[in-house]
């Protein structure tokens, strides 16, 4: 009977480490702008661009970062200088950790994700390290990358509820062990 109790209290611990090991994440999204037209696109990337957010161009498999954009609207045009794109603008390139749009909050390489806006042009064989000019109907898709706060408030409190429980199954079953 002892025996049974001790390995009841192991599956109990091994499940608490479960818990542990998968709850309590945080994620990211990336949603489109609503409006596709192009006066649409032209004031929502100079919004972007006006609360300092990071914008990358996408082209097919490469992604690069459009440096001190200029966004002009009367020519519909957005001008700046295309660099490399460093190794923390990374992460969304591959959809976050493990591919399920994660990010670790404390982690440097990882929080610079909630600064990206992602310009997606397909087929622009101009797009490459150096000066750049785009029409705005060249943009096929904007998304814009923010914090997932219903995922990550349900990963959080589903991880609470489950640390509470486990702990409160460990106290049980050591009680009806050892008897105290």
């Not at 309590?24 to 999204?29: D, E, I, Q, V």
């Not at 972007?48 to 996408?58: A, E, K, P, S, T």
Request: proline content about 3%; glycine content about 8%.
């Amino acid at each position: 009977m002892l025996n049974l109790r001790k390995q009841t209290l192991r599956f109990i611990a091994g499940w608490c480490l479960m818990a542990l090991a998968t709850s309590c994440k945080n994620f990211y999204k990336a949603t489109g702008t609503p409006d596709a037209t192009l006066s649409g696109k032209t004031k929502a990337i100079d919004r972007l661009n006006m609360l300092h957010r990071y914008l990358i161009i996408r082209n097919g498999n490469n992604a690069l970062h459009i440096a001190d954009p200029v966004v002009d609207s009367h020519q519909n045009t957005l001008t700046g200088t295309l660099e490399a794109l460093p190794a923390e603008h990374r992460l969304h390139l591959v959809n976050g950790r493990k591919g399920k749009m994660r990010y670790r909050e404390f982690a440097k390489m990882d929080i610079r994700v909630l600064e990206e806006v992602h310009l997606y042009v397909p087929g622009d064989t101009d797009a490459g390290i150096g000066p750049y000019t785009i029409s705005m109907d060249k943009i096929a898709k904007i998304e814009v990358v923010e914090k997932d706060r219903a995922r990550t408030t349900s990963s959080w409190l589903l991880g609470g509820l489950g640390y509470s429980l486990a702990c409160f199954a460990i106290f049980v079953g050591a009680f009806l062990i050892y008897g105290y």
